[in-house]
């Protein structure tokens, strides 16, 4: 069974810091790598998304993949407190995605004013 | 607007009752899903679809029947609802090109059943 692990936190992290998040992943053939943020109450938006191994960044946001280590990571600079949220690691199988993601179960991060 | 629809946001029903949630979008995506979300277990798939009339189980699909009669509607029905149905239900759409495209995330249905 495709298990993806996320520590759930919380994770706190002063304003205007960099906040790290990690992913581990147990299935090799995975291809595709998301970070989704959700706000309580609210529904997954998406933040990120990697595919080849390396750094990607979009703005405050940088993921890392590193598929000899089935690990991925975001990086968040100059931590707001609007970032408080949980954050979820989802991977697809070797399918790419057809039959859905696999989720971890979460980090909660807070950044204190 | 575009996007997706999920109908009723919010639901209280009874054990034994069926209760069907709706999904609509208007992307014309071909694959859609749903998940659930529970404390300690994080998002699991119940169903998906690759397209109109093609469905597919996921993780946890026991308790639950789908249909896909149309691209833009993938209805989930709870044949005779029970207390371990309790939860957030979210649906999601992607359009499939490899690489995989992200899923986009319906703003959910809570359904508790007494």
């Known amino acids: 069974q495709k298990e993806v692990e996320q520590n759930s936190g919380p994770l706190s992290v002063p304003e205007g810091a960099i906040a790290s998040l990690n992913c581990t992943y147990s299935d090799r053939g995975s291809q595709s790598f998301f970070w989704y943020r959700q706000y309580s109450g609210k529904s997954p938006e998406l933040i990120m998304s990697?595919?080849?191994?390396g750094d990607k960044e979009d703005g405050r946001f940088t993921a890392q993949l590193n598929k000899a280590s089935q690990y991925v990571s975001l990086l968040i600079r100059d931590s707001q407190p609007s970032d408080s949220a949980t954050y979820l690691c989802a991977v697809t199988g070797s399918g790419g995605g057809a039959d859905g993601l696999t989720f971890g179960k979460g980090t909660h991060l807070i950044i204190q004013p | 607007d575009a996007g997706i629809t999920q109908s009723p946001r919010y639901k209280i029903t009874e054990t034994g009752r069926q209760v069907t949630l709706m999904c609509h979008q208007t992307w014309s995506h071909s694959y859609m899903f749903w998940y659930r979300q529970d404390l300690g277990h994080g998002l699991r798939l119940i169903y998906y679809s690759a397209a109109a009339d093609i469905t597919d189980k996921g993780e946890v699909p026991d308790g639950y029947v789908v249909s896909r009669s149309k691209t833009e509607n993938f209805p989930l029905t709870l044949e005779s609802a029970t207390r371990s149905q309790t939860s957030v239900y979210f649906c999601?759409?992607?359009?499939?090109?490899?690489?995989?495209?992200?899923?986009?995330f319906g703003d959910g249905t809570r359904l508790s059943i007494l």
């Open positions: 999601a759409s992607s359009e499939f090109r490899g690489p995989a495209q992200p899923q986009h």
């Open positions: 990697i595919y080849s191994n």
